[in-house]
């Protein structure tokens, strides 16, 4: 099933103030499958893997479900995740889509919050996202009832189930009766342990869904990446373009928003941009897109949706300004480069923990996207310079300049200046009206921006002890579970796990060591409370 746009999906005006505000104009495979089965009221099982906007997909129909009616005190949706992280990351989005739907509460709750703290927040609390155990902690303390529970969402379920949380699923949903709920589960794989929980806990008529994501490679397109701050990325995106200076580029972002103001931005500091997306009539698309194919706009900045149907040989290069939120939507953006056998280059801009997401889209791209810095100040200068010299060189070779070096001569005769010190003058002249053009101080570093920590490398790792083992049967799960309920790190950050008969050793990015030594410090795995420090302190 293709895309299909929100408006035609008879949602409330609530809502669609929401999404639009977010910047989505057309739904997602998924969400276009499985966001009206869910209205009508249907159980599903749902196939889609990560990156294919399944929060939304899920998110919508449980909004319109919603009870606004005040004396309503209880939750009326449980949504489980496999971690903190994700289940935090749910939270943020359905509140979003839930901007304008007056006195719907959301709450995130998992392990290593204070649970006093939670039972607090819980009240008048309609839709709970939370981790498995926390939230069966909550039922057993019947701080969570479940007598207006009529949705139960298992996201990720093949994650969870992974993760070791089976017995905590089943025991969840034996909470609220079957023929009072429905029940949606999202899964990137069906093994047989999913098929079984879909058997005993949803209706015979739930509805199977599945979205299989292409497996798209783009061999002919140099891939890389760079850890840029939000407030920085206007900076890095004009010293790239200075830098490589390509002939057409296109630039991608997620909403409609950034877009405008990027544009704006762009054009302020003298580039050739213009912006695309589905706000401007047919003629103003037109017309941009005809001043991109002939070369007067040389900038094209673009979201996913107003770049469809774009077909321009010419770009070298494709900037995701902001990550995309599918991973099919990354290859179809830089495929817009290294068109008709040419080599193109392609730059994401990702921030700290969305490093992750450069991983799955290597995984799904099967391809290498290489960790960059940021060009300095210096770096621009010395292409720039070299480029001016070539071009010097062409007009030595191809132009009359008798009359230039008559007056040269003349200049050089009746001065105290060499011609190398006129030559160099010119160059410094030149090269400060191209600093001055794009808003660039001449000389020293852009103020405000400290290039020289940009530069990322993949994030080495930090190995840490664990006074548990296999002689107390834990397990590789038993770990990465407790690591990822107790802290805000996905699971798939987490490097190798050696266990050995009375300790374990695991590998955590290094910058979340010092946060996994804090949230593990009082945890029990096994029913056994545990030590763990920093393995070279052994």
Not at 270 to 275: K, W
Not at 411 to 425: G, L, Q, R
């Amino acid at each position: 099933m293709e895309a299909i746009r929100f408006e035609d999906l008879n949602l409330s005006n609530e809502i669609l103030r929401g999404v639009r505000e977010m910047g989505f104009e057309e739904t997602s495979a998924i969400q276009a499958q499985a966001i009206p089965v869910a209205m009508e009221g249907y159980d599903i099982i749902g196939q889609a893997q990560t990156g294919t906007g399944k929060t939304a997909a899920f998110g919508i129909p449980i909004l319109e479900k919603v009870n606004k009616n005040k004396d309503i005190k209880h939750p009326q949706t449980l949504v489980l995740c496999p971690t903190r992280e994700l289940a935090v990351q749910a939270a943020e989005e359905i509140r979003k889509l839930a901007k304008y739907m007056h006195g719907v509460k959301v709450l995130p709750i998992y392990g290593g919050q204070d649970i006093s703290k939670q039972i607090r927040a819980l009240k008048g609390t309609q839709i709970i996202i939370g981790t498995p155990g926390r939230v069966m902690d909550h039922l057993r303390r019947k701080t969570i009832r479940c007598d207006y529970v009529d949705t139960i969402v298992l996201d990720e379920a093949d994650e969870m189930l992974n993760m070791g949380f089976r017995e905590d699923i089943e025991t969840v949903l034996e909470y609220v009766p079957n023929q009072d709920r429905q029940t949606i589960l999202f899964s990137a794989t069906m093994p047989k342990a999913i098929l079984d929980i879909t058997k005993n806990y949803q209706k015979e008529d739930a509805k199977f869904i599945k979205v299989v994501k292409k497996e798209l490679t783009v061999p002919m397109i140099e891939q890389y990446y760079l850890d840029v701050k939000r407030k920085d990325k206007v900076e890095v995106l004009t010293r790239l373009l200075d830098f490589y200076e390509p002939k057409l580029s296109l630039v991608f972002c997620n909403t409609k928003k950034m877009v405008d103001d990027l544009s704006e931005v762009l054009k302020g500091r003298g580039y050739f941009a213009e912006g695309l997306h589905g706000d401007m009539s047919q003629a103003q698309r037109d017309r941009v897109m005809k001043s991109f194919r002939n070369g007067k706009t040389d900038i094209l900045i673009a979201t996913d949706v107003a770049a469809r149907g774009i077909d321009v040989d010419d770009v070298e290069a494709v900037f995701n300004y902001d990550i995309p939120q599918d991973d099919e939507y990354y290859v179809h953006r830089i495929g817009r480069t290294g068109r008709a056998g040419r080599t193109g280059r392609a730059f994401t801009f990702v921030k700290g923990k969305e490093v992750y997401k450069i991983k799955e889209l290597m995984r799904y791209c099967k391809t290498k996207i290489y960790a960059m810095p940021v060009p300095s100040l210096n770096d621009v200068n010395q292409i720039k310079t070299e480029k001016i010299m070539d071009r010097i060189g062409n007009i030595i070779e191809d132009e009359d300049l008798t009359s230039m070096i008559n007056t040269v001569e003349k200049y050089v005769n009746e001065s105290d200046y060499t011609a190398m010190d006129i030559a160099a003058a010119f160059l410094k002249m030149y090269m400060g009206q191209l600093n001055e053009a794009n808003g660039q101080e001449s000389e020293g570093a852009v103020p405000g921006f400290d290039f020289d920590n940009t530069g990322a490398e993949e994030e080495g790792m930090a190995r840490l002890f664990i006074n548990i083992g296999k002689a107390q049967k834990v397990k590789p799960k038993d770990i990465l579970g407790a690591i990822a309920n107790e802290t805000n790190i996905s699971g798939k950050l987490v490097g190798a796990i050696d266990l050995y008969d009375k300790y374990t050793f695991v590998e955590v990015p290094k910058e979340n060591a010092l946060e996994v030594l804090r949230a593990m410090k009082n945890v029990k795995i096994k029913g056994k409370a545990i030590n763990i420090e920093p393995a070279n302190a052994k």
